[in-house]
């Protein structure tokens, strides 16, 4: 009887233990997202959640600080690690060690606390007396103070170095670098915006000045990417049911950011860890480097040069290669002047706007009349938007500078106002533009002969041959060409409809790579040679550069993009973009340091990293990804070349599938397929695909079962051999 009111003592016990503990779990994981006066916010390891889990608020030390006391209440990314920081309360006033509480104060202020001692004041807002304050943490990263239904302050008014969707860009608002990555008090930079002309300055000194704001809301010239001008400029005011003003945006920026950085770079993020853009680059793209009337072009020796018609300003000073005085006239104005075009990517300095202006001679005139005109642009790109000359502008510059050419894909056209001695003709201008037009006509009709004299030899030679094919795409490589041309552009479109994949610029991979040089080449694979590249923000890359020699294609590179753009999973490498220019067909993925599962199960000394464990592990990897493919994903995805060289291994051996290139989408409920092409690698494929095209769920689980067998063996299938004539791995395995 003891020992059975024992035992229900102790049952009754352990319930209430077991209870208690899912109760505290249960609370644990109810994150709340708001703040009361009555509950603060201690430095416990307490956090705020928004209700989405996008962005935590809580007290934090910057990583890599070298004072791990100094303590922070700031707001970060919930789900990405590291852990990157958006915004910070009390950058220049940390709270020293872990005595901090953040809340509300009785007289409604938001304020950070120490031992019941005030160490910042976040607000300075009229008193209030009454209990009706609330702080909440949303998913757009806003921190927003209610007084009951009316906003009193947000943190999007007052941001610190990151500039979040949905923030309003105005022109008394800055982003502040942080003193160093380690340190998030004020910084020497600051990201400004200032009539339409954004620029950073290196505390009061103009360090970069981005593209002047045009009529209509276009650029006179732009060097922003359209991503990062619809987040600054494209702005639509909505109102919550709070009726607080928020900025709606696609769903294609929630993951995008500006970060004003601490060595004077604005960068752009996309995906939370991609900088896919950033200013300034070089040394040209720093303001005014070479000073008024001076010139900035990368590719001379040196960058600087002075416009026609003008002579440094300071011979020692240039000599010297300090290029700041500028530049200065040989000799004064006159109105014989003739103009000179020029192609720059990048102009400033003071402008007066002519408006109408019927006809460009019009803006000639005005500026020949005027002793102080040195250039005029007329119509600057309004042309792109609207055709009637109605609406025709012309720019006249009294002054220039901050001048750069250089990249071809931006240009502005300059008239610039030289001496009559420097041009041959009067009508020199016009004459030069007759003389482009009949070059450009003869090489269009060479061009077009060439085309037809090919095409007819090639078509003479398939009807000799008796291989030609009036249906037949592949019988004819114009066509064929063209249809590939068509596949890209119709993926391109995909792209802008929602694709989820960034496109690069191919000048930021080449820089990324240091122009493919063979020190970055990681491998070689069926698709091509793999670099290795760093982003300017540090991030590193794999890049997959599409060989002309491959066995791979075209329909490979657009089946890769596609299918990934719509994948997810943690064994899954992760496609970061894709670029295409011309011939080069590029795919951008997340780094692996450890590479492929190959690499280190068959190098005697590398296999000595992967013991029993971390084998299991890469095996249920895989397995996981597997059934993601073939079962959980809302597409059924048959991989068709899973193989030891397409598991690559992360920093900590954790194996992700790679290489969808020939991976095929079976429709329906449909579980397999066939084709005429048996593509992929014999030893991993099964007999069924190999023999008669037939492929299925099952010639995956057939691949992984090789894979399997090779990572516990260490033992290449085709390259096994045994004394007793078994012929491969497989059949060793089969016997035992």
Known sequence: MWLLRSNMRFHSTLSFFFITMILLVFLKCEARDSISVENPLSDNGET?????????????TPEGSDKSHNRYVGIWYHVLIPRTIVWVANRDKPVSGSCGVFGIAKDGNLKIWCNEKVIFSITRLETSTTFSRKLQLLDSGNLILFDGNTTV???????????????????????????????????????????????????????????????????????????????????????????????????????????????????????????????????CSEYDVCGKFGICNTTNKPMCQCLQGFKPASLEDWKAGTYSNGCERETGHSKDDRFSDLKLMKIGGQVTLLDPAQEEATCRKECLNSLKCEAYIYNANVSEIETDNSNAKCYIWTDLENLRIGNPDVRVNLSLRVPSSYIGQPNSKNSSRTTFAIVLTISLVGVVLVFCSSYILHRRRLMADGSGNEGSIEGNPMLFSYERQRQVNEMMHETDKGIDVPFYNFNIILSSTDNFSDANKLGHGGFGPVYKGKFPGGREIAVKRLSSC?????????????????????????????????????????????????????????CLLLDWKKRFNIILGIARELLYLHQDSRLRIIHRDLKTSNILLDEEMNSKISDFGLARIIEGKRIEASTNKVVGTFGYMAPEYALDGKFSIKSDVFSFGVVMLETISGKKNTAFYDPQEVMNLLGHAWRL
């Open 48 to 60: 705020l959640v928004s209700a989405g889990n996008r962005f935590e608020l809580g007290f934090f």
């Open 153 to 283: 302050w947000q943190s999007f008014d007052s941001p610190t170095d990151t500039f979040l969707p949905g923030m309003k860009m105005k022109d008394n608002m800055e982003l502040t670098s942080w003193m160093s990555p380690g340190d998030p008090r004020t910084g020497n930079y600051s990201f400004h915006r200032d009539q339409g002309v954004y620029s950073i300055q290196n505390r009061s000194t103009v360090y970069w000045k981005s593209g002047q704001l045009g009529p209509l809301g276009t650029f006179i010239y732009n060097e922003l990417p359209d991503s990062v001008a619809q987040i600054l400029l494209d702005q639509s005011d909505q109102l919550d049911e709070r009726n607080t003003k928020y900025i709606s945006f696609p769903n294609v920026y929630n993951n995008t950011r500006l970060v004003m950085n601490s060595s004077g770079k604005i960068q752009y993020y996309y995906n939370y860890s991609s900088v896919v853009w950033f200013e300034p680059r070089n040394f």
């Open 550 to 606: 491959s066995g791979q294609g075209i329909d490979e590179f657009l089946n890769e993009v596609n299918l990934i753009a719509k994948l997810q999973h943690r064994n899954l490498v992760r496609l970061l973009g894709y670029c295409i220019k011309g011939i080069e067909k590029i795919l951008l993925y997340e780094y692996m340091p450890n590479r492929s599962l190959d690499a280190i199960i068959f190098d005697q000394n590398a």
